[in-house]
């Protein structure tokens, strides 16, 4: 499979150019040349198959003959070493369960496959040794540290904002050692963003370093994502109803892997996009025009996104007309009170706690199955509340159990080295 930039059309590269890459030459995302069509006879048995066997079979022809069988079967079989299950919450609503991971967070599988990816081709031998520079918010980092612990050929190198990330997330980002190493900024995470962009454009570094990057926009980590709505499809092959998907979305990777999915022949009927208040798609559906605004904080942080990076994905799979996209496609958003207000009505209703981001998923499901009662509606729950403990045992007036991982984590001595500017960083590179 050939990759073009969404930039230019007459460039393109492999699977392995594109995952190394990231991105395109002027910023540009990679999307694959050709979308296969998976048989039907595929999905009339996919409830019998393992999820290994499913996964394999719906990323194979993204990858083509880049990475061979075995290979490819070992890396997945070591990214997706745990459960995806749709728990029921009511007649008409499930969630599907994305944070039973290392780090308790969806983005663990993206992260999980991509290190995977990375690490054959440097095994392989051509491509000498490669590090990873990542700036985290939060999430990204624990989920990235994980999926390159241990990774031969490969090392990683984390910034993050001092003091602004919660003490789990910090601890999944510094307990680690090996191959992996935390830098600790004076600043906010535009800071640690603007670093690491600088430190790609340092022709110093890169005579002396190989950098790559590993946020969503990677092929390697957004073409896995559609795996979760295979899992789920396997779990809800009985149902009689249509099947409607809500997804609370922030870059858009993850629901516009699901979109993918559809479009190989995943018999889903609807996707919703939840958004907070950051809402530039909500306001396009009902505009047409997209105007992106700088982002506001909110309670699901994950998804405080202004501009995301993947909405131009979707627009390719529908060659940017409107009108089949919005048939297929809803969006609604949601303030911090209207989330705080779901996450106690679902405890006190059905004994379940969702964190923060899940909410917004099941506040934009509620809406869609007002206006459309032939549905069975399944929300994507993308993050373990235990995540967001405050927020979620304010609202609850309970406590949330914490899972082991997470209490092992929280014993481990946390290293990390602090900085304060680019030449910090830079020196550091250097050694
Ligand atoms: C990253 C993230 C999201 C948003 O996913 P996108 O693919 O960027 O839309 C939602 N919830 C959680 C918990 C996340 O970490």
Redesign the pocket.
């Known amino acids: 499979m050939k990759y073009f930039s969404l930039n230019d059309k007459n460039h393109k590269v492999s699977f392995e150019d594109a995952v190394v890459r990231g991105l395109a030459p002027g910023k540009a995302l990679y999307f694959p040349e050709e979308i296969p069509d998976l048989p039907k006879a595929f999905f009339q048995k996919l409830n019998k198959l393992p999820k290994e066997e499913i996964a394999f079979e719906a990323i194979q022809p993204f990858v083509g003959e880049e990475i061979d069988k075995n290979g490819l079967q070992e890396i997945l079989k070591k990214t997706l070493d745990f459960e995806f299950p749709v728990v029921q919450i009511s007649e008409t609503i499930g969630t599907l369960e994305l944070f039973h991971g290392p780090t308790l967070?969806?983005?663990d599988v993206g992260a999980g496959f991509m290190a995977g990816c990375l690490g054959h081709f440097v095994k392989k031998g051509n491509l000498g040794k490669i590090t990873v520079l990542v700036a985290t918010s939060g999430?990204?980092g624990g989920a990235v540290a994980n999926g390159f612990l241990g990774v031969e050929g490969i090392d990683v190198v984390i910034l993050y904002p001092k003091g602004k990330v919660s003490e789990i997330q910090e601890k999944q980002l510094t307990t680690l050692g090996q191959n992996i190493t935390a830098l600790e900024v004076n600043g906010n995470f535009d800071d640690c963003q603007d670093m690491v962009k600088k430190a790609f454009s340092d022709e110093d570094i890169s005579d002396k370093r190989q950098l790559t990057s590993a946020n969503?926009i990677n092929v390697a980590r957004w073409l896995p994502?559609m795996f979760y709505y295979f899992f789920a499809y396997k779990q809800l092959a009985g149902k009689q109803q249509k099947l409607a998907f809500s997804?609370?979305?922030?870059?858009?990777?993850?629901?516009c892997a699901g979109m993918l999915a559809k479009k190989m022949g995943l018999p889903i009927d609807h996707f919703i996009a939840s958004n907070n208040e950051n809402n530039v798609v909500t306001r396009y559906l009902q505009s047409q025009e997209y105007s992106p605004k700088p982002s506001v904080q909110t309670i699901?942080n994950?998804?405080d996104?202004g501009n995301?990076s993947?909405f131009v994905r979707i627009l390719e799979l529908f060659k940017g007309e409107f009108n089949p996209l919005s048939q297929q496609l809803s969006s609604y958003s949601f303030s911090d009170v209207e989330t705080r207000k779901a996450i106690k009505e679902v405890k006190d209703k059905y004994n379940y706690v969702m964190?923060p981001?899940g909410a917004v998923g099941y506040l934009g499901l509620q809406q869609f199955l007002i206006e459309n009662n032939d549905y069975y509606g399944t929300f994507l729950e993308?993050?373990h509340p235990v995540?967001f403990l405050k927020t979620v045992e304010d609202v609850i007036e309970e406590k949330v159990g914490i899972p082991a991982s997470i209490k092992e984590a929280m014993n481990k001595e946390k290293k990390s080295i602090e900085i304060s500017d680019y030449s910090e960083l830079k020196e550091y590179l250097m050694q």
Not at 247 to 255: C, E, K, M, R
């Open positions: 967070a969806f983005k999430d990204t969503s994502q997804v609370p979305s922030g870059n858009f990777g993850n629901i699901s994950a998804m996104v995301p993947n964190d981001h993308t993050a995540k």
